[in-house]
């Protein structure tokens, strides 16, 4: 199919950046802007790995993981599965089949599997966060100045997705697929009972040329054009957002309707429905969804120690502090949520199920940047601005008891979560670089070293691989924990080797890790194709394969370490929730000299604890630069 066939109304504004052209997070780019559809119809199709290829790989990720009788156990289910003319065949001549005719054969499926049929809570277990630096301002003066520059950055930035002429992103000299790109904006996941929905306003006939405001856990419609098309200026959006708080200083407290966004998603799909059988409640609901993004002004907390602010802000953009602080002041729904607190902070919470880390980060690298740079606006009148419209809702009693048990939910979800932001300065990719290694290969060592240092096991790991070298790509597994790393993480912990002997086995470690991330970004990694085949047993009414009720397999998708690298120019941190309780969700921003990274775990197992976490992971990084350091031969 061809990609344009797909397209639908488009809309082309004559304004040309303030900024001019970005730089994307990898920083290599394409001259600007080739238009967009040309370039995604260059782009290659997603391959389906051979049968065989994908069953071997799995029985060397799973390797470390399991115990020998576990293991022989595992082998004969999948020599049994891939056997000639067996029920493996079988399915991989389906997936190959439902592949022929489709754009991208998984991301449809992994856009239900992975977000819209969760039926999880999207606030920490999905909703990933970004905090910026500590700024200046403070007061609600300075909030809104401050939010009316992070408004106009963003409106600066969608000039080029409007005109479809962002850069191509490109990863390791290859351009990436940028439909991503152009999903972010103007979109909003749908509550449902088994399934959401989700939906971009974008290029629909008539797109949306407001945003969402919520402050004191109120909502308001805020029109950001003028009638010429042209974004309302800085100096505008300050007078604009004043009105909001001022209107509201003089309104009765509001139920926090929003809390219901953090529900588990059928509960409510389910509160949902009953919201919007109300014709205001529904006019309301839909203005916020369409919305270009959500600003979300939140109150003052309680004073936070300067050391413990970044981590503080990681949370606090995660999931809102809790019911008593800005939970409610949020719509857990909307792609894009901007939150500009009363002290410095300024962050965001992003809804999954749109788009990978990248985009979002080139989002802000941009906000951040223009943030910085002061720039010459034309003078503008605020004579002629309507008013910002207040949406208001109408709450049966049966919503406020929903509201109650949501509250209670999300406070107890935010209470067993701690997070800790390292900001790693002793070195960065630049010493790793210099070793010939890859920086991000080294990273996902040192994560294997710090967790088997303090648990004395191999964890299962997820590190996200991008597939965006295809259309229409999402992302793969880099399972990162192999044989290798194993016998790299084992003798160092026992002590007993030369450091030439452990040199020898990180650079092994650190090159099988690299060659799992060529093969995965490829195309040929395994855990998306043993969910095709998977899935289509069950799209064509065949029974699950053994394989896949195998404990084995069960344990290989248990991560304890759920990983991710999301570039920033900027000193910006993402950060996201663990996947088990034994285990972390890490996320970091490698820089040429330093390495941001941010720390999650539940705190049901005493074990798991970021301050740990953190400090054996800063030795492993020390330690593993001491090896290759002492190893190499002098001068
Ligand atoms: N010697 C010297 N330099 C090396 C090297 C070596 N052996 N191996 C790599 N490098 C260099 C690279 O050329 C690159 O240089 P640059 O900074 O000038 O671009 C740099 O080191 C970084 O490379 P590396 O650390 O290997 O990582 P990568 O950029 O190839 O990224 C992944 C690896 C897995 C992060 C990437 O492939 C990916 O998939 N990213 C997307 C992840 C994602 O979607 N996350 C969000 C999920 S929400």
């Not at 054969?105 to 905090?131: F, G, M, N, Q, T």
């Not at 991503?180 to 974008?202: F, M, T």
């Not at 006939?205 to 309302?232: Q, S």
């Not at 303090?454 to 790509?473: C, D, I, Q, V």
């Amino acid at each position: 199919m061809i990609y344009s066939k797909l397209r639908p109304h488009l809309v082309r504004h004559s304004l040309v950046s303030l900024h001019g052209q970005l730089v994307p997070k990898h920083g290599v780019l394409s001259v600007p802007s080739s238009r967009f559809y040309s370039h995604q119809e260059s782009l290659p199709n997603l391959p389906v790995p051979t049968l065989q290829q994908t069953l071997d790989k799995y029985l060397k990720t799973v390797t470390p993981l399991v115990n020998e009788s576990e293991f022989n156990h595992t082998q004969k289910l999948v020599q049994e599965f891939g056997k000639a003319n067996g029920i493996g065949e079988k399915l991989q001549e389906l997936l190959l089949q439902h592949a022929d005719k489709k754009e991208n054969w998984l991301s449809d499926w992994w856009l239900d599997e992975a977000y819209l049929k969760s039926r999880a809570s999207v606030v920490i277990h999905c909703s990933p966060s970004v905090s910026f630096p500590k700024y200046k301002f403070s007061g609600v003066k300075g909030q809104v100045e401050q939010a009316a520059k992070v408004v106009a950055a963003i409106l600066d930035y969608k000039v080029n997705i409007d005109n479809e002429t962002l850069p191509v992103e490109m990863l390791s000299g290859k351009p990436l697929c940028m439909d991503q790109y152009y999903r972010i904006l103007s979109s909003c996941r749908i509550p449902g009972v088994e399934k959401d929905g989700s939906r971009c306003y974008a290029r629909s006939w008539r797109p949306p040329r407001h945003i969402t405001v919520i402050y004191k856990n109120k909502y308001f419609e805020l029109e950001v054009y003028n009638r010429d098309r042209t974004p309302l200026t800085i100096r505008q959006l300050e007078t604009q957002l004043s009105r909001i708080v001022t209107a509201t200083n003089g309104m009765p407290h509001s139920d926090p309707v929003g809390i219901l966004t953090s529900e588990d998603r059928d509960t409510w799909g389910s509160a949902y429905q009953t919201l919007m059988e109300d014709r205001q409640n529904q006019a309301s609901l839909r203005s916020i969804q369409r919305s270009i993004f959500a600003l979300c002004l939140d109150e003052r907390l309680s004073k936070v120690s300067e050391n413990r602010w970044r981590s503080d802000m990681a949370g606090r953009c995660l999931h809102g502090g809790g019911s008593q602080y800005n939970t409610g002041n949020r719509w857990f729904d909307k792609t894009v949520q901007m939150i500009v607190d009363q002290d410095g902070g300024v962050g965001l919470a992003y809804e999954h199920s749109p788009a990978e880390g990248p985009p979002i980060a080139a989002l802000l690298d941009h906000v951040y940047k223009y943030c910085d740079e002061p720039i010459t606006q034309p003078r503008s009148s605020i004579l002629s601005l309507p008013h910002p419209k207040f949406l208001p809702f109408n709450i049966k009693e049966d919503t406020k008891v929903r509201i109650e048990h949501a509250s209670m939910k999300v406070d107890s979800l935010i209470n067993n979560l701690t997070i800790e932001v390292l900001n790693f300065k002793d070195f960065g990719k630049d010493f790793i670089k210099s070793q010939k290694l890859s920086p991000d290969s080294f990273f996902q060592i040192a994560l294997q070293l710090a967790y088997y240092t303090l648990h004395n096991k191999p964890p299962a790991t997820y590190e996200s691989a991008s597939l965006r070298r295809f259309r229409l790509g999402r992302t793969d597994t880099i399972r990162s924990c192999s044989s290798t790393s194993q016998a790299f993480t084992e003798a160092v912990v026992s002590g007993k080797s030369s450091v030439q002997d452990l040199a020898a086995k990180l650079r092994d470690a650190v090159a099988a890790h690299r060659a799992y991330t060529v093969c995965a970004v490829s195309g040929n990694g395994i855990d998306r194709h043993l969910l095709g085949l998977r899935l289509i047993a069950t799209k064509s009414g065949l029974e699950t394969p053994d394989i896949y009720n195998d404990p084995t397999y069960k344990k290989a998708m248990s991560f304890n370490l759920s990983t991710s690298q999301v570039p920033c120019k900027a000193d910006l941190c993402m950060a996201f929730g663990p996947a088990v309780n034994e285990g972390y969700g890490v996320c970091y921003n490698p820089k040429n000299n330093k390495i941001l990274v941010s720390i999650s775990v539940f705190n049901t197992i005493p074990e798991y604890n970021t301050v740990k976490f953190k400090n054996t992971l800063i030795s492993s990084l020390q330690r593993m630069k001491d090896i290759l350091v002492a190893a190499s031969p002098k001068l």
